[in-house]
């Protein structure tokens, strides 16, 4: 219950890299997380299995990932979007388009319709097909470390006390948050 009762070290001792982001999903009844080098791993949270993403050239830190549905997204260094089938046994690599290489996509986040991705040096991507996407223009250059949808927005958060907030991941408004120096 992750209160009273002892954590249980399920780690998948194949996996030498660092670990980053989870999603659970009730399709498959998994999680699937990403890490460091391409890792991806699924499992019902005591048996896992260790993706092969080797049909992807070179190895991306991946940063988050999130479930779609009908397929995963995931995020990381070097400009990396990968999409996988249903259950996250085969992955092909999205071109994010104009963005520069050495953007780091830290969070992804979707609603019904849309999928946002947020990163490095302000950057915040928006798509509906996971194969084409649009650069959302912000006035901020800061660092955009996580995103999340609460059912009727999206909410990005980054360096320098940034806070946005958007109902369809096209329209962003920047918030205050009432204290200074959050990262």
Same mark, same amino acid.
Not at 122 to 133: E, I, K, M, R
């Given at each position: 219950? #992750?209160?009273?009762?002892? @954590?249980? %070290?399920?780690? $998948?001792? #194949? &996996? ?10 009730? &399709?498959?009844?998994?999680? $699937? ?7 991806? &791993? ?9 993706? /092969? ?14 479930? *779609? ?9 070097? #400009? !990396?979007? *990968? ?7 085969? @992955?092909?690599?999205? %071109? ?6 050495? !953007?780091?996509?830290?969070? +992804?986040?979707?609603? %019904?319709?849309? +999928? ?12 509906? /097909? !996971? ?14 470390? /996580?995103?999340? @949808? ?5 909410? &990005? +958060? ?5 806070? *946005? !907030? ?5 329209? @962003? ?11």
């Amino acid at each position: 219950n #992750a209160t009273t009762d002892p @954590w249980i %070290d399920v780690s $998948l001792a #194949a &996996v030498p890299q660092q670990l980053t982001g989870v999603t659970w999903e009730n &399709v498959n009844s998994q999680f $699937l997380i990403v890490g460091a080098g391409n890792t991806v &791993v699924t499992g019902d949270g005591t048996n896992w299995n260790l993706e /092969d993403l080797g049909n992807l050239p070179g190895a991306s830190n991946l940063q988050d990932v999130a479930f *779609l549905g009908d397929k995963y997204v995931a995020v990381g260094n070097n #400009a !990396t979007i *990968l999409t996988s089938n249903i259950d996250g046994s085969a @992955w092909e690599a999205q %071109d994010a388009g104009a963005i520069p290489a050495t !953007t780091s996509f830290n969070a +992804v986040a979707a609603n %019904d319709t849309r +999928v946002v991705v947020a990163g490095t040096n302000g950057t915040l991507l928006a798509s509906v /097909d !996971t194969v084409t996407w649009d650069v959302q223009p912000l006035a901020e250059n800061n660092g955009l470390n /996580d995103a999340t @949808w609460d059912g009727s927005q999206f909410v &990005v +958060v980054g360096s320098n006390d940034t806070v *946005l !907030t958007s109902p369809d991941g096209l329209t @962003w408004t920047q918030h205050i948050p009432g204290t200074s120096n959050i990262n």
